[in-house]
């Protein structure tokens, strides 16, 4: 087990299988150093879609654990396309997608969900730039999908 | 006529003329060796825009013919930065915005109108990453935008 | 005074404070020679937020006057990110996300507020690609959003 995956288990969480994707695309492309990962949607631990609308059918710690899902799909893609954890450099980026009503005005806290899950374990390689909007409404009426562009090493 | 060029015609398909950006920008800019690509709108083979919100005032097959066109204008827009479409190594992301009504939850299906002609024009390495979310309105009423990240040879 | 920062005085325009996150994640990421920067918010000169959303609590003018702020709060986060202006090689990407009713088409123009000036601040290597998309609502219910990405010498 790597020395991040270490850090999972210490979190008491479990990495989800990758998801395969919905669609004509592929979860991850690696171009130089740079792995661009493909939106991510929150899959709960019994693998259920975490589902609804932030602001209308859905609160502040529901939107949260949704965008800390979707940063362990983003993990686990990582890993299934690098093997290894540890080659993974810095995230460099993530995009954050909430879907809510119109009223709804806490993107960042959702996102935090999964910002702070990246800097727990990947530690100051886990600090990352974002953006964080709302739609209104996403793929399978998912409550949160989030995308990400992370440096790895050779 | 390039390899690729040669795809396109066997899809019974034409290069449109690439979009003069709608404002202030470029449609490209190339850095190393990514080429990074305006959000590009559905103009249909007349040259007309494709308009309207898919769940409301589209179907899915208008959606998906919009995606298409976007893809093409995407490819459009490779050829005037590249001259050559056989530079192109592999589309590594692509962001699609569908203008939708909140109730409306298959954008994967419509965004790959684009992402399956990426992979029908330049095979293996036209699979790419993706994201897929609804936006309540676009540019001028557009239902579809989708930009890009392209790696090139030199 | 660099180069830049003449040419943005000679604008009538300050440099602000670059914004500190409203969350768990950081203003910019270095990677390679591409500087990825945070979504940022429309602070005015008074230090205000410009709130509301286009299409029907704000007009064109303001929006516009928004990104132009969400520019300078880019400038101002590549300032503190790369210590001297003039490393900026070139702007590369602008993600623009405008909160607007659903009737609203003229996001181009909003986010023209941003694209404009940084051509009158970069000159040439202020010419960059660019998506501009509606979102339902914005983090503090500001009026616009722009992430950026920013190539830099060594």
């Avoid at 395969?20 to 693998?47: E, K, M, W």
Wanted: aromatic letters at 4%; one cysteine or more; proline letters at 6%.
């Amino acid at each position: 087990m790597s020395r991040i995956e270490l850090h999972i288990a210490a979190e008491g969480l479990t990495l989800p299988a990758p998801a395969a994707p919905v669609a004509a695309y592929v979860p991850t492309v690696l171009v130089d150093n740079l792995l661009h990962i493909s939106g991510q949607l929150p899959f709960a631990a019994d693998g259920q879609l975490m589902t609804g609308k932030l602001g209308s059918e859905r609160d502040l710690a529901w939107g949260q654990a949704a965008a800390e899902r979707c940063g362990l799909m983003l993990i686990a893609q990582m890993k299934a396309a690098l093997g290894d954890l540890d080659r993974v450099e810095r995230i460099v980026k993530l995009g954050a997608f909430v879907a809510s009503s119109a009223d709804f005005t806490d993107q960042p806290k959702i996102a935090n969900g999964c910002s702070e899950l990246m800097v727990r374990v990947f530690g100051e390689a886990g600090r990352h730039a974002r953006s964080a909007v709302s739609v209104p409404v996403l793929p399978l009426d998912a409550s949160v999908e989030i995308d990400a562009i992370v440096a790895v090493r050779p």
